[in-house]
Every structure is written in structure tokens, then in C-alpha cells.
């Protein structure tokens, strides 16, 4: 990598990807969950965590506001800053990819260019976008945090899909219907996706 600092050099580990998933069981991946705020990604997340785990998987869910607590809490919401959150959100996911875990992100990651330059980072195979497709308008009216109240009352400025953009993707892994379809029916979808793609074999 060009934009790396000089005079560090990479030092390789002994226990490879491969070993550790051979350990686990089953293949790490990237699960990316994108969607405006209150489209369920965190509710999906960890509802598929759950499953996953009772079937003995290694998993762990990233989580949009806790990250923002410790290792982006230097950031806001301005569009370099949103940037910068997932830049280093994608990093630290392939950190948990490369350990061998079905890593489980959860972020609005507003901007199409930020979520497919991770997916080139870290490989199409280990990649799947979850399009939590959900209207503004249900968003709104379930408000589980009070924050539309306040970004359509002016107090949130650079607010997603009021004062700042949300970039559907357009050729989603998967695309689930947060509005209507019920839960479980989603995480049913989604273990099928892992099946299909075989994350849930060992490499
Ligand atoms: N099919 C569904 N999938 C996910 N959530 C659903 C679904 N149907 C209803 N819900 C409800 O929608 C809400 C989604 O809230 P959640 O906190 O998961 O959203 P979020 O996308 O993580 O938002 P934020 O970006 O603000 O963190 C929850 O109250 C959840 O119970
Ligand atoms: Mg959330």
C-alpha cells in the first residue's frame, strides 16, 4: 500500500485465516447491514447473531453508536467524518474477518463509494451487503430514539435521509423489505445467504 508509513514493515502471523476457520468450523465473512436509522439493521444484526450462535458459530456484531462511543468517538457526522467512521469501521471488520469470525456490521454507511471500497478491501467472496429496505416515513414513525423528532425540529444537523444523503445500494447481496417483512423471516433469508454462499462450512 502506497499511503502507508515509511519504514513499517508486515509482519506475518503463523496461524493463518484458513487454520482458524478450519477451527471454527465455518468460513469468516463480512455481513454489512446498510440502511437509514431505525431500518432494523442492529435489531437483524443480533437477532442473526443469536441463531448463529446457537448453531455454535463464532460471531460478533459491530454496532453503529457503540463504535462511536471509543474508537470513532473523535468523530461527527460531516460528510469527511462519515467517511473517515467507515473507513475505520471497515478496517476494524476485517480485523474480525481475518480472525475467522462472521463478523456482523451494522452502520448506516450513507455513501455507496465508502461500502464498495471496503468490499474491494476485503474481497467480494467475504462480502455481503444487507440492504435493510425500509421508507423514510416508517423510520419516522417509529423513532425508537426520539432523533427524527429532533432532526425535523432543526436540533440533529447532517441528519441521514433529512439533511444528509442515503445512497441506496444498488446490487445488494440481499435486499430485505424491514417495513413489512417480520423478523425472523429476514434471519431466515439471511442464514439461507450464508448456506448458499458457504460461510457456514469449514474452508
Ligand atoms: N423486519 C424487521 N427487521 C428489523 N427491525 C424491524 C423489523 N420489523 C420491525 N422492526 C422494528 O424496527 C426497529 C428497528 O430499529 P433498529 O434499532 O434495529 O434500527 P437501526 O437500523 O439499527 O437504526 P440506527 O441506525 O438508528 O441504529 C425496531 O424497533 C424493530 O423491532
Ligand atoms: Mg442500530
Redesign the pocket.
Known sequence: MSDVTPNIYWHSPNITRTERERLNGHRGCAVW?T??????????AHALEARLFERGCRTFVL???NVRHGLCADLGFSEPDRHENIRRIGEMTRLFVEAGMITLS???SPYRADRLRFRDRIGADSFIEVH?RCSLEVCEQ?D??G?YRRARAGEIPDFTGISAPYEEPLTPDVA?D??T???D??VAKLTKVLHSRGILVAA
Open positions: 447491514f440502511g437509514l436509522s431505525g431500518a432494523g439493521k442492529s435489531t437483524l454496532d453503529g453508536d451494522a452502520f448506516i435493510c417509529r425508537r430514539k432523533i430485505l424491514t417495513a417483512t417480520p423478523v423471516e429476514c
